[in-house]
């Protein structure tokens, strides 16, 4: 089983579903591509039916998309419960991690992940301006708030233990960290940064990070 994700430094869409596998204690390699390059761009013409990172090579499919990938490790691995065991805070967290995938247009455009914005290391960017992006952090900070109160007692994550949202907000605690956002600011009680620190102290992400660093 081969994930093929973009580079470590910066590939937020790569890094969930390495979370994810990580968190199955599955067995994978990893090839990592160059996805700003010329070289890298000709190579996702000829293997990724979306030209986009992350895909999973497995018996003989290739799985692209985060979610999908994630989805697809929920049906192999059942025992390890990526999902919330509880039904309600399970059909929430679904509806979180759905949104995280496909919303919050504007926290991607203004604290983007790149070449000059990583995810991991000491270098930070100021902070954002403009109303767009302030809703988009108001809005998060009110999930992850509301999450953590109804459904987190179990542990420091979204829903308690470790989930499947935690592997798609990971990103976003990243970018928090990086463009010194201050989510006081936004409305938090506390319990959001605190989530905050939680993903970004959880030992699968800090190996992510010492291999980024590794390579830099």
């Not at 093929?4 to 990893?30: D, H, M, Q």
């Not at 905050?196 to 699968?204: K, N, T």
């Amino acid at each position: 089983m081969e994930l093929i994700i973009g580079p470590r430094l910066y590939s937020t869409w790569s890094l969930r579903p390495w979370l994810v596998l990580k968190r199955c204690n599955a067995e994978f390699t990893v090839r990592e591509i160059d996805i700003y390059s010329p070289a890298g761009q000709a190579e996702l013409e000829q293997i990724s039916p979306s030209r986009l990172v992350p895909l999973l090579n497995v018996e003989g499919i290739t799985v692209w998309d985060s979610m999908a990938i994630s989805v697809w490790c929920a049906e192999r691995y059942p025992e390890v419960r990526l999902w919330p065991a509880d039904p309600h805070a399970r059909w929430l967290a679904r509806s979180a991690a759905c949104e995280m995938h496909g919303g919050f247009a504007a926290l991607r455009n203004d604290c983007g992940m790149g070449p000059d914005h990583t995810m991991v290391g000491p270098d930070r960017s100021p902070p954002p301006t403009g109303e767009a992006v302030e809703r988009d952090i108001r809005r998060i900070v009110s999930l992850w708030m509301e999450m953590r109160t109804r459904f987190g007692t179990g542990g420091p994550y979204l829903f308690g233990e470790w989930s499947v949202p935690d592997a798609f907000f990971t990103p976003v605690a990243a970018r928090f960290r990086h463009y010194q956002i201050d989510l006081a600011a936004c409305g938090d009680d506390g319990s959001a940064a605190a989530y905050r620190d939680a993903l970004l102290a959880q030992p699968d992400f800090l190996e992510w990070s010492a291999d980024a660093l590794s390579d830099r």
